[in-house]
């Protein structure tokens, strides 16, 4: 509850989380919202500009860029999201183990994540691609082997900070399970953590889905995407910009709303940051208080 309060304080915030509901919810139920079939070919409405039947007009094929871009949400947004719950979950599984137990486990962990971080997260993703072939599956399964090791590094830093506070120690002295240990005392205090760094990658993993695509080794046609549509109108960019322009600003606006939410969550998570952040307004107001009147004074 304290959370939701801090959390609705920030207008940018709220309304970040706002169109990220809004999107998911599109996302999820886009027969209902999308106005045509996103695979249906017309050539008779090639390149067709906006009307009130094709509200963004039609691409190179006669297809309603409206409901592709509806029916793209569930690549470049709602996999994306299956993704990151699932690298989150292995490496939290992990680096608990790993800032927990501490040992030959944590030595076991660490030197996995380092392989896994020696190699550039691009190159990697080429690497899977090259393996498993193109596709979206492909795609979501090298972000998830780039993505858990870099979590399993954040959290066990983590745990290792809460692991070391008394009443962790009194409740191993006391007899109780590390199981319970872990569930009861290190999971809640490390929660925020969590879901800081979750919240701050969604925009990431976005992009770098939607950059694949692009370059034609994420979704393949005729599936709609974001960033292939940006590729499929790259040969009418400078007569037909409005094509580029629907998928584009759809990747700025979801990318900035989690970037935004991630950092209005943070600060709610933690209360610091709201004395902190207020005490610099405070500092800059007064700072451009002295310099109005020292140029008053000039004058």
């Known amino acids: 509850m304290r959370i939701f309060k801090n959390l609705t304080k920030d207008r940018l915030g709220t309304i970040s989380l706002l169109v ?27 390149y067709v500009s906006s009307s009130w039947d094709y509200l ?9 860029i409206l409901s592709r871009i509806i029916y793209g949400i569930r690549p470049s947004v709602l996999w994306v999201l299956v993704a990151l719950f699932i690298s989150v979950l292995i490496g939290s599984v992990l680096g608990f183990l790993a800032g927990y ?23 990697m993703a080429l690497a899977v691609v090259g393996i498993l072939g193109v596709g ?35 409740a191993k002295a006391s007899g109780i399970s590390d199981i319970k240990i872990i569930y009861k005392h290190i999971v809640p205090v490390t929660f925020s953590d969590i879901a800081v760094i979750s919240s701050s990658s969604i925009g990431t993993m976005i992009l770098q889905i939607s950059g694949f695509s692009f370059l034609g080794l994420g979704i393949q046609a005729p599936n709609a995407e974001w960033g292939m549509m940006l590729n499929e109108a790259r040969e009418v960019m400078f007569t037909r910009p409005e094509l580029m322009l629907a998928p584009g600003l759809a990747i700025i606006m ?21 004395t902190s952040k207020n005490k610099l307004q405070e500092d800059l107001a007064i700072s451009k208080n002295k310099l109005q009147k020292r140029w008053q004074n000039n004058l």
């Not at 996302?27 to 017309?42: L, R, S």
């Not at 979801?254 to 709201?274: E, G, H, R, T």
Request: with cysteine; charged share 20%; proline share 4%.
């Open 20 to 46: 990220i509901i809004v999107t998911m919810v599109v996302g999820i139920f886009a027969p209902i919202f999308a106005p045509h079939d996103p695979e249906e070919v017309n050539m008779s409405l090639r």
């Open 101 to 123: 137990f501490r040992g030959k486990v944590d030595a076991t962990v660490m030197r996995i994540c380092d392989t896994m971080l020696s190699f550039p997260g691009y190159v």
């Open 254 to 274: 979801v990318v900035s709303a989690c970037n935004f939410f991630s950092d209005a969550l943070q600060v709610a998570l933690d209360p610091k940051l709201i």
């Open 136 to 170: 979206l599956e492909n795609i979501l399964i090298a972000f998830i082997l780039i993505k858990w090791a870099w979590f399993a590094r954040i959290i066990r830093t983590s745990v290792m900070q809460y692991a070391e506070l008394e009443y962790v120690k009194f």
């Open 56 to 64: 963004l007009g039609n691409d190179h094929l006669g297809r309603c």
